[in-house]
């Protein structure tokens, strides 16, 4: 499977990736793409270390917005002037919320609450929590099984006039449930809501068309697919029609009509702009480029197949080896609603994570006894997607056999 994969290539091109250690946490931490090294290097010594404070003047202060226009194109699927690399997603997810739910109340007293899933990454249901306390609407939750998502049936339940704004990942973290974010925006905008989606675990492994499937507002992680390093700013993705008519709550300098000119009053910029606060945290924009290049070359499609062919492998070798021991899959079996991770569930997972790690072999935990097992296209081989999962067979075993004092 790897001779004939036509992106195996990459795989050479991330730091590490040659070594013995089997990683299936790229969407969590993606590894750093070799490139990286030699570009932060250059740029702490020719950028920064030679323009200093003059680098401000030519890219840097672009690089958010040039960044955030390759995003759209490689990656999300928007044209220009709408995405830009910002805060964190947490931050982000905050400020354009926040702007939403307020235009929706300024409209419409009644539009007066968020729809949520109880399975949503928690930064989202914390985030939303505090809005509506801060702004006295009301969370409507949708109940979803772990192991799944929101279905388009789940939203039409939850959503009628009184919603201001819908928030949903298209991705969910635990599942890998790929939700149909077409046809969900589309119910929300029947409803007269605003959507808000995060694509913190699509950004970079499933296709996204921001544009055609009319999206108002996105966020989305540049570290896990993207590779963009610990902490790395994320993006946000914000209809050019909408622009105007929405306001953050977050006014910093960077953000207002004119940066310089340290006026008594804050103005937002036109544009993608407003939705910046303070400084651009530069360094941490520059290892991304290196994979947006790759994503460039390569194409979403083309990382896409291998996404469903690496998760789909995992799939038929849990089969073969895990099913037997009592392993479940708790991520969708159609891989037309699979992101690019699996979830393998059974009571012994969170041990069996532990002394994984121990090994080398690193994959993630999430309750209730789920095993995931990240694959990043990139950057990972069927060989090591093999090897990972044999490891994983011989330590649930062992951990059974001493469970059962047979050890
Ligand atoms: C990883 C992730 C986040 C992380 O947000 P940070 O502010 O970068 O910590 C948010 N949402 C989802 C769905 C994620 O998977």
Known sequence: MDRADGLAHYRKRFVGAAGDVVYFDGNSLGRPPLAAIERVERFLRDDWGGRLIRGWDEAWMQLP?????RIGRAVIDAKAGQTVIGDSTTVLLYKLARAA??????????????VVDTDNFPTDRYVLDGIAKERGVRLRWIDVDTSGGVTPEQLANAVGPATALVVLSHVAYRSAYLADARELTRIAHDAGALILWDLCH?????????DLWGFDLAVGCTYKYLNGGPGSPAFAYVRDDLQAAIRQPIQGWMGAADVFAMGPEYAPAPGIRRFVSGTPPIVGMLAMEETLAMIEEAGMRAIRAKSVALTSFAIAVADEWL???????????????RGSHVTLQHPAMREVTARLWQRDVIPDYRDPGGLRIGL????TSF?????????????????????????
Do not use: F, M, W
């Open 202 to 210: 699509s950004a970079g492994s499933v296709p996204v068309q921001a």
């Open 383 to 407: 060989e090591e997607v093999h090897r990972g999962l044999a490891a994983t067979r011989d330590t649930l075993k062992t951990v059974l056999l001493e469970r059962a004092g047979l050890a």
């Open 323 to 337: 099913a037997p021991l009592g392993v479940t899959l708790a991520s969708p079996l159609d891989p037309e609603q």
């Open 376 to 379: 990043s296209p990139l950057s």
């Open 65 to 69: 917005y040039e960044i955030g226009d």
């Open 101 to 114: 739910v307020d235009a929706q109340l300024a409209r419409d007293p009644g539009r007066n609450e968020i």
